[in-house]
């Protein structure tokens, strides 16, 4: 089994009878696998790290017990499992990425369009200065040859 699936088994029975005195025990129970200490431990170090749960201080020894801590019990409410969890967290990278990158394009199209508004404002001052000068020499051909 991959750890994670070990990682969602123990998460499980934490959240069903709050603690857990031997997670190789909880995970016998539910695959029929027996877990060895080094498996157990490595297990353990990585239920650990997520900081979901706590040690109970009278735990000692190869078997360490544990529980969920207050972050544990909202993360198993709100997701259901620990893999729920860390999928939610790459959907939420993935769905930043993407509002990211509409940020960007809507930036870069946003400049582009201050571009064109600058360019256009040239053309229309440019078309209104050729239309004065027209003005001006039509005037000018009246004036001096009439």
Aim: glycine letters at 6%; a negative charge; charged letters at 25%.
């Amino acid at each position: 089994m991959k750890d994670i699936e070990l990682i969602d088994i123990v998460f499980d029975y934490l959240y069903a009878n709050n603690s857990c005195q031997d997670i190789s025990k909880a995970i016998l129970e539910k695959t029929g696998k027996q877990l060895s200490n080094d498996e157990c431990f490595h297990i353990f170090k990585l239920i650990e790290s997520t900081d979901f749960v706590d040690e109970l201080s009278w735990s000692c020894g190869p078997h360490r017990a544990i529980k969920l801590n207050d972050s544990g019990y909202q993360m198993m409410l709100q997701q259901g499992s620990y893999s729920a969890f860390i999928e939610s967290g790459k959907q939420e990278k993935e769905k930043v990425t993407e509002e990211k990158t509409i940020e960007r394009k809507n930036l870069i199209l946003d400049i582009q369009s201050k571009e064109w508004s600058l360019k256009t404002k040239w053309i229309v001052l440019l078309g209104i200065i050729a239309g004065i000068l027209g003005w001006v020499v039509a005037l000018l051909q009246f004036i001096f040859y009439k």
